[in-house]
Structure formats: structure tokens, C-alpha cells
């Protein structure tokens, strides 16, 4: 790897360190060069995972890759990304400058509000100035659809149920769980859209020198509901945040946010409509992480998510309560009914909430 290295960067390469993967199939290095100097190493895999991991609804090819677009996107609205030395496709090998390990997540214990603040105001700045941008990147060419929301609910009913509790469920339950999935995924798609990151999480904003904030793993951005990145934020399955604290943040989202609603909301109505649109959006996320998670340990043969599984599981919990508590919003809510039939339905599946 290092002389690999070397001669795409054309310096001399001291050392080669593999830095601690999640789940991705990309591998990351940390290449130490003579002076001092350091750079991260993206190795991507080889076939389609080179382009994005995940499926989505874009059929066009790929001129350059996703993560060099939509960086270029990003620096071109004032967003803080890592720069591109050098990208080799016979190595499949992304040379990026090095940002530092100061994560977001070793501020979050506990929670600092103020840092989650600053994160939601970069995060605005993104949903605004993509909103406003003329600029064209791929992920305005690709968004959620029916087809992939419901995927990301069949992933949660076959690898968490079937794979990781071992059960199959009845085919009455499973006809529930089908049609109000569904319906919540009706309802996910009239949430007004804008660009999303994908996983706007803790492990993907680095803390600056000057304090501000850097964002990286954006290569599967993509069209989406304006809370989803707020969602990955507050609902990060590797931080434990209490309700009344991430209810502060909707608020406090929603009082800045400028996404245009149809019928257009009050004030209150705005946050009410906020976390309506959070709880439906944490339900279908945290169902697909926890699938996910059991995916990466059977399939990926890599068990370090299942730590993760018990806030997950409190955090679906919590949303399925929240959904079916009366609430006033501008768009209705027809899914409440269904929502607290298929919460009574998941709890004779999930150990963890019978307790």
C-alpha cells in the first residue's frame, strides 16, 4: 500500500495506518508523509459498491464519482468537506486531506447542547443553500421512493425479526405490518423534500480548530424529507439523547428552517408539523438501522452495530409512542390507528419491549 501510494501522490509515504471502518465497504488509511504531513486514503471496492452502496432510484451513469460531486456541491455552498488530492481509478484510491479525529461524538456525553445547535444551523445552511443553488449534483437526480422506503421496512421485518429474534411472523401479522408500513411510507412522501446528506450523524462531523464543523460520508446524498437528516442527527443510534432534549431541537430546527410547506404552517403549527414529520421518518430510519445492524453482523460478518441495537430499539419505541399521541399538524394524520395496531404487533416480537 505504501509505495502504491507514493507513486500517486508522488511523495514519500512514512506509514500506512487502517483506520477503524463502520459499515461501509470502503476502507479508510491514515498515510503518514515525510514532513509531518498526513493524508486520508478512501480504498473503494470494486463493481457497483464503488459508486454508492446503497440502492436507489437513479438510473444515469456515473461521469465521475458520487463523492466527488457532491463535494464539490457541498464546498460550493460554504460547507466545510475534506479536499481531493487525488483520485486513481485503476487503484481505486481517493486521496482526501486530513481533517483530524476531534469526532462530533466525543462532545455528545454528556449532551452539549450548543454543538447540536451548531449542527442544525449547518445543517439549515445546507437544506437552504442547496435550495437556492443552481448548481446540479447527483443527488438531485436521485431520491427516496416508495420502492426503496419499503425496502428499508422489509430489511428491518427479515434480518431483525426473522435473522436476530428468530421468528416468522403470522401472515396477519405480516399483512398489518405490510399495509402500515405502507401507508407510512405514503405519508413520508408528502413531506416536502430537499437535499439530504443520508447519515448526518455524529461519526460524520468533525469539530474544526476554530470550532465550526466539517461533514463527511456524504457520497449517498440524495432527495428526501427535510427532518430525515435531523432525524440521523437527534436519533443517532450512537448517542443517547433523552426526549425532552431532542424535542428542544425540533423546535429549534423548526423556528429556522425555511422548507416550504403546503398549507403554509404557523409558527406552532411548524413545530407541531416538525415532529409529526420526525416520529413517521424515525419510525421507517431506526426500523431499517436495526435491520441493518443485524444485516452487517450475519452478512458482513462484523458485530460491532449490535451494541447499538438497544438504543435503536428505545428509539423506534419512543416514535411509535409520540406518533399515536393526539397532535396538531396541517397535513392530517391518517396512520395513527394503524401505527399503534403494528406497535401492539412488534411487541410480541421484540423481547426488549416487554419489559
Known amino acids: 500500500m505504501n509505495k502504491t501510494i507514493e507513486k500517486i501522490i508522488g511523495e514519500k509515504v512514512e506509514k500506512v495506518v487502517k483506520l477503524h471502518g463502520d459499515a461501509s465497504y470502503r476502507i479508510y488509511y491514515r498515510a503518514f508523509i515525510s514532513g509531518g504531513n498526513t493524508r486520508i486514503v478512501m480504498q473503494l471496492p470494486e463493481g457497483k459498491s464503488s459508486a454508492s452502496e446503497e440502492?436507489?432510484?437513479?438510473?444515469?451513469?456515473?461521469?465521475?464519482?458520487?463523492?466527488?460531486?457532491?463535494?464539490?456541491?457541498?464546498?460550493?455552498?460554504?460547507?466545510?468537506?475534506?479536499?481531493?488530492?487525488?483520485?486513481?481509478?485503476?487503484?481505486?484510491?481517493?486521496?482526501?486531506?486530513?481533517?483530524?479525529?476531534?469526532?462530533?461524538?466525543?462532545?455528545?456525553?454528556?449532551?452539549?447542547?450548543?454543538?447540536?445547535?451548531?449542527?442544525?444551523?449547518?445543517?439549515?445552511?445546507?437544506?437552504?443553500?442547496?435550495?437556492?443553488?443552481?448548481?446540479?449534483?447527483?443527488?438531485?437526480?436521485r431520491s427516496f421512493d416508495e420502492t426503496l422506503l419499503n425496502l428499508e421496512f422489509d430489511h428491518f421485518r427479515e434480518y431483525f425479526i426473522e435473522e436476530h429474534v428468530g421468528k416468522k411472523m403470522s401472515p396477519a401479522d405480516l399483512k398489518i405490518f405490510e399495509k402500515t408500513t405502507r401507508e407510512i411510507t405514503k405519508q413520508i412522501i408528502k413531506i416536502p423534500s430537499c437535499f439530504v446528506h443520508r447519515d448526518f450523524q455524529?461519526?460524520?462531523?468533525?469539530?474544526?480548530?476554530?470550532?465550526?464543523?466539517?461533514?463527511?460520508?456524504?457520497?449517498?446524498?440524495?432527495?428526501?424529507?427535510?427532518?430525515?437528516?435531523?432525524?440521523?442527527?437527534?436519533?443517532?443510534?450512537?448517542?443517547d439523547l433523552e426526549w425532552p432534549l431532542v424535542e428542544e431541537l425540533i423546535q429549534y430546527y423548526a423556528e429556522r428552517s425555511s422548507i416550504k410547506h403546503s398549507p403554509r404552517p404557523s409558527s406552532g403549527q411548524a413545530s407541531a408539523q416538525a415532529l409529526n414529520d420526525f416520529h413517521l421518518v424515525t419510525l421507517q430510519r431506526k426500523m431499517k438501522d436495526a435491520g441493518r445492524f443485524i444485516y452487517i453482523d450475519r452478512v458482513k460478518k462484523n458485530p460491532n452495530f449490535l451494541q447499538y441495537l438497544p438504543t435503536t430499539l428505545r428509539y423506534i419505541k419512543n416514535a411509535f409512542e409520540k406518533a399515536n399521541e393526539p397532535i396538531d399538524h396541517a397535513r392530517g394524520k391518517p396512520t395513527n390507528q394503524r401505527t399503534n395496531e403494528l406497535f401492539n404487533i412488534l411487541k410480541n416480537y421484540i423481547p426488549e419491549w416487554k419489559k
Open 55 to 141: 440502492i436507489t432510484n437513479y438510473n444515469g451513469e456515473h461521469k465521475e464519482l458520487p463523492f466527488i460531486d457532491v463535494a464539490r456541491f457541498l464546498d460550493s455552498l460554504g460547507v466545510r468537506v475534506p479536499e481531493i488530492f487525488q483520485y486513481n481509478a485503476q487503484e481505486r484510491l481517493l486521496i482526501l486531506e486530513d481533517l483530524g479525529d476531534d469526532l462530533f461524538i466525543n462532545h455528545t456525553k454528556p449532551a452539549a447542547i450548543d454543538l447540536y445547535k451548531k449542527a442544525i444551523d449547518l445543517l439549515i445552511k445546507i437544506q437552504n443553500g442547496s435550495g437556492s443553488s443552481n448548481m446540479k449534483c447527483v443527488a438531485m437526480d
Open 202 to 239: 455524529s461519526k460524520n462531523l468533525i469539530i474544526n480548530p476554530d470550532d465550526s464543523l466539517s461533514v463527511i460520508d456524504f457520497q449517498d446524498a440524495l432527495i428526501g424529507p427535510y427532518v430525515y437528516d435531523l432525524v440521523a442527527l437527534l436519533r443517532d443510534s450512537y448517542v
